[in-house]
Structure formats: structure tokens, C-alpha cells
């Protein structure tokens, strides 16, 4: 099953990236967001705006934050994705591929499906790199 909230694959690292930065002083800006994903400036900002369209996202004084909607939506990922590594390194993938490729199902995966994934591998607790699960159920 598809998730409800339809996100592109750089809406979804743009969220991950800015929510890492979590309640930290000093919040990301347009021109970091920019370098840290490897796009020019005009295309971090159509990313943006298309983020604060959604709801994900607010602008301070250039400052880049989260809103509560998007904070949720960013836990949500980072838990599916780190189900999601999991069970790719049960069968096989080393952490590595695993992480990688999450990162293209972490967000189109919907919130039942991650945690029937989650139950059938035993509840674990952290992911293979070590990080901690927490599905809430
Ligand atoms: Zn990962």
C-alpha cells in the first residue's frame, strides 16, 4: 500500500535533512540546503516552497523549520526506513545497500504496511547501523 501524503524523493531528503537538524539555534537556510543536496539555489527554493505549500514546511527570516506536520512526517520516514534497512539485511544487503535503497521506499510506504514489516521481524530495536527503532503502535 501507497502512503496517503505523496512526496518526490527530494521533498522527501529536503524534510529528513532539515528535520535532522531538529530543534538546534541554528537552523538550516536556503544556500545549506542547497549544497547539502547538491542542487542550485532556484531549485532548493521551487523545493521549498513546494514543502511550505504542503505544510511540511515554514520560513523565518530565511530561516528553514519544520512545522508540526512535517515534524511528523519526518519521524515517519526515518522509522519506515529504518524497518525498511532491516529487513533488507536480513535477507542479504550489506547496511549500506540497504540504507540506500530505504531511502527510495521509506516515504511511499504507508504507516500499517511498515508495521506488519515491523512485527514480522521480531520488534527489533535498533537498525544495522546501530540506530534505534521506535515504532509506535
Ligand atoms: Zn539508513
Known amino acids: ?29 536556503l544556500i545549506e540546503v542547497a549544497n547539502r543536496m547538491n542542487v542550485k539555489p532556484p531549485t532548493a527554493l521551487n523545493l521549498i516552497k513546494r514543502l511550505v505549500a504542503k505544510g511540511m514546511l515554514k520560513r523565518e527570516r530565511g530561516m528553514l523549520r519544520l512545522t ?45 504496511s511498515v508495521n506488519r514489516i515491523f512485527t514480522e521481524l521480531g520488534k527489533p530495536k535498533v537498525c544495522p547501523h546501530g540506530k534505534k527503532i521506535e515504532v509506535v503502535q
Open 68 to 112: 508540526d506536520k512535517g515534524k511528523a512526517e519526518c519521524s515517519r520516514i526515518i522509522e519506515s526506513h529504518r524497518v525498511i534497512e532491516t529487513m533488507m539485511a536480513r535477507y542479504g544487503l550489506s547496511a549500506d545497500e540497504a540504507c540506500k535503497l530505504s531511502c527510495n521506499l521509506d516515504f511511499v510506504m504507508d504507516e500499517e
Open 1 to 29: 500500500m501507497l502512503n496517503t501524503i505523496t512526496l518526490t524523493r527530494k521533498e522527501r531528503d529536503c524534510i529528513v535533512l532539515i528535520g535532522e537538524r531538529g530543534t538546534s539555534d541554528f537552523p538550516l537556510r
